[in-house]
Nanobody, 119 residues
Framework: QVQLVESGGGLVQPGGSLRLSCAAS????????MGWYRQVPGKQRELVAA??????NYADSVKGRFTISRDNAKNTIYLQMNNLKSEDTAVYYC??????????????WGQGTQVTVSS
């Protein structure tokens, strides 16, 4: 059993900041990649940022504003979001691709956390 527990979402004014956290727990053997996706009504879920080992990648729309980081010991990732814009409003989902003892390699999703940027 693997669970992804998210926190940090909320309401923020344009130009403000939020920090999202996602902790993966369970019988994890290896984490291949973890990342953040977001989705708004009428659009497909899109990658915001991901981290695999020492490499990171970001959507063009958030480069220079968002930073993803990882605490390997805790299997936790963070998304520091600065200079938030109204178009960042979405449900943000944590994603992990990992291997467990019972299931093997699989993909897991958090329940999603709402980020609303509004004045």
């Amino acid at each position: 059993q693997v669970q992804l527990v998210e926190s940090g979402g909320g309401l923020v004014q344009p130009g403000g900041s939020l920090r999202l956290s996602c902790a993966a727990s369970g019988s994890i053997i290896r984490v291949y990649t973890m990342g953040w996706y977001r989705q708004v009504p009428g659009k497909q879920r899109e990658l915001v940022a991901a981290i695999t080992g020492g490499s990171t990648n970001y959507a063009d729309s958030v480069k220079g504003r968002f930073t993803i980081s990882r605490d390997n010991a805790k299997n936790t990732i963070y998304l520091q979001m600065n200079n938030l814009k109204s178009e960042d409003t979405a449900v943000y989902y944590c994603n992990a691709r990992l291997t467990t003892f019972m299931i093997g390699q699989n993909e897991y999703w958090g329940q999603g956390t709402q980020v609303t940027v509004s004045s």
